[in-house]
């Protein structure tokens, strides 16, 4: 089996499909992960916020029906499978960008599984602004707003660099997934030549610059979580 | 002139409610130093809050220059806020900010624009004595440092007021000291009245003027600082004045007279006091209970001396004490 997998004829076409295919997968799963990591902070940031503000003992008590609701559809949201997910949202696919197939329709599951996912990773972020920080705010006379994008954003920017960085990890895997339903990137290299048509070279590929992206991403985001952080300046 | 009327605070806990101030009635004059102290959970922090209404009061009032602020609507609240300022035991500064952008905070939330703002923090950083600080962050200043910050920061509004929960607690004794001659300083040049809420007699004893002693809930004392000083007549005042075995300290002896002698740092640590004063004056003197500390080269704290003799030598000795420069004596007498 492993001659059939090298043999030249496998090599040469693999040599082909690489230089023809992955320029384009490439882009294509690097703007899909982005747009759909850059809109899911987009919704997800603000539901956070309102997730550690909105409680009782929060900057800006939130009624305790709205909490629930939100936690509720948070919860829902993250339970459902993402491959199972991409099926149920081809309505709103197709009313958002005009068809549910294809690698700009596969940014609207995407962003729709990962906004709860990054609304939890905020929450926890911004669990661990110490609270005396906000009641000295507070005794200054801030405004729960103030203390929202003065304090407890500000405070916790390295810590959020570092989850988003985990979101946009996560969020680049289940773009691969997308391939399954004509997503383009990576992942609908990986599956097309290599599940459907058993080149599993172009498929070893293909998952090899997955996890190099995968790498990448993660020591960006570790640099600039540490870069950011202000508590590690030395003395 | 702040007022505290019929202050109650109760808190609803999972084992019930917990009264945390009972009935706390305090008046606090503009340009005083006043301290607030109590062991802990005797209620100095949560009766702290209430002078802000960052905790509301279940009863009473707090009035300040005759207004009361409880009820104030929150917008209205927000402004008194930045009249009565406040730092804390763990400085709380904002750690992703630069010292300068810190010292800018209140007056950002004040709405003051961007230059007036680090004009008045440059010269508040002079104030505190870190001009070189500006862009530094907080995580490279030592306690001591991130405390004067602190304290520029609170400065930042002008405010009439500035409370201080426990300011120095987490910093070393000479660090301490230089905390507390720069909240003396800022009283005197600049007219801002303190309180300070504390549970070392020692600061109290080093800066307040007036004082009242906290204990579980209860304003227990209230007076001079130099009168507490000299007799504590509650429990938890003689408590603090000697916090080991203040009861056996003050039990009478017979034919004994007790003389209270308090340093207000004075430069007197070098000499043997009362050594001295038994060559000079020939006056023995048993030392009952001590507290003292010596910060740079002067005395703080206070001793209580048991002297043995008529009316005669016990006034020789206080006489004897007495000049010796920010040294209070007193006679203890029982029924003080």
């Known amino acids: ?21 992955f320029p384009l997968a490439i882009w ?8 759909a990591t850059a809109l899911a902070i987009v919704i997800g940031l603000p539901l956070g916020v309102l997730l550690v503000a ?10 305790r029906p709205v909490m629930q609701v939100l936690n509720v559809v948070i919860n829902l949201l993250r339970s459902v499978p993402f491959l199972i997910l991409m099926i149920m949202v081809f309505p709103l696919a197709r009313l958002i960008v005009g068809t549910a197939v294809g690698t700009v329709a596969s940014i609207v599951p995407l962003v729709i599984a990962a906004f709860p996912f990054v609304a939890r990773l905020v929450e926890s972020s911004l669990r661990e602004v110490n609270p005396n920080i906000i009641e000295m705010a507070q005794s200054m006379g801030a405004s729960p707003f103030q203390i929202i994008m003065k304090v407890m954003i500000p405070e916790s920017v390295p810590s959020l660099l570092s989850n988003f960085t985990i979101a946009i990890t996560t969020i680049l895997g289940y773009s691969a997934m997308s391939g399954i339903i004509g997503g383009g990137g990576l992942g609908k290299i990986a599956i097309n030549y290599g599940y459907y048509r058993y080149m599993y070279l172009v498929m070893l590929l293909a998952v090899i610059l997955l996890i190099v992206l995968v790498q990448i991403f993660q020591s960006v985001g570790t640099r600039l979580s540490v870069k950011s952080d202000k508590r590690l300046k030395g003395k | 002139m702040i007022e505290i009327r019929n202050l109650s605070k109760e808190f609803q806990t999972a084992d019930g409610t917990v009264e945390a101030l009972k009935n706390v009635n305090l008046t606090i004059q503009d340009g005083d130093i006043y301290g607030i102290i109590g062991m802990s959970g005797a209620g ?18 707090v009035l300040i220059d005759g207004q009361d602020i409880g009820a104030l609507s929150t917008s209205e609240l927000r402004k008194v806020r930045r009249e009565i300022t406040m730092i804390f035991q763990g ?74 929960d426990e300011a120095t607690s987490a910093l070393d004794p000479k660090t301490t000291h230089s905390i507390l001659e720069l909240i003396r300083d800022i009283n005197h040049r600049l007219g801002i009245s303190v309180i300070m809420i504390t549970h070392q007699m020692s600061v109290v004893e080093e800066i307040c003027s007036r004082v009242a002693i906290l204990d579980e809930g209860h304003v227990v ?48 640590s070098r000499e043997p006091l009362i050594a001295k004063m038994a060559m000079e004056e020939h006056i023995a003197a048993s030392i ?33 004490l007495r000049s010796i420069p920010d040294v209070l004596v007193e006679e203890v007498t029982d029924n003080a």
């Open chain 2, 288 to 320: 009952l209970g001590a507290s003292t500390r010596s910060i740079g080269d002067k005395a703080y704290g206070n001793m209580l001396l048991g002297i043995n003799g008529d009316d005669d030598t016990v006034q020789r000795a206080m006489n004897y």
């Open chain 1, 28 to 35: 294509e799963t690097l703007y899909v992960t982005v747009i």
């Open chain 1, 54 to 63: 909105g409680e009782k003992n929060g900057v800006l008590p939130l009624p």
């Open chain 2, 221 to 268: 004392e209230e007076g001079l600082v130099s009168e507490i000083f000299s007799s504590p007549k509650s429990k938890a005042a003689k408590r603090l004045v000697f916090p080991e075995g203040a009861e056996e300290i003050l039990l009478e002896t017979k034919g004994e007279r007790r003389i209270r002698v308090v340093f207000s740092g004075a430069v007197a």
């Open chain 2, 44 to 61: 100095k922090s949560t009766l702290v809050r209430c002078i802000n209404m960052l905790e509301r009061p279940t009863e009473g009032q």
């Open chain 2, 91 to 164: 400085f709380n500064l904002l750690m992703q900010r630069t010292c300068l952008k810190n010292i800018c905070f209140p007056l950002e939330l004040a709405g003051v624009n961007k230059a007036d703002a680090k004009k008045r923090a440059m010269e508040l950083l002079e104030v505190v004595g870190l001009p070189d600080k500006a862009n530094a962050y907080p995580a490279q200043l030592s306690g001591g440092q991130q405390q004067r910050i602190a304290i520029a920061r609170a400065l930042a509004t002008d405010p009439k007021v500035l409370l201080c």
């Open chain 1, 1 to 21: 089996m492993l001659d059939k997998l090298l043999s030249p004829e496998t090599i040469e076409e693999t040599l082909r499909i690489v230089q023809n295919e």
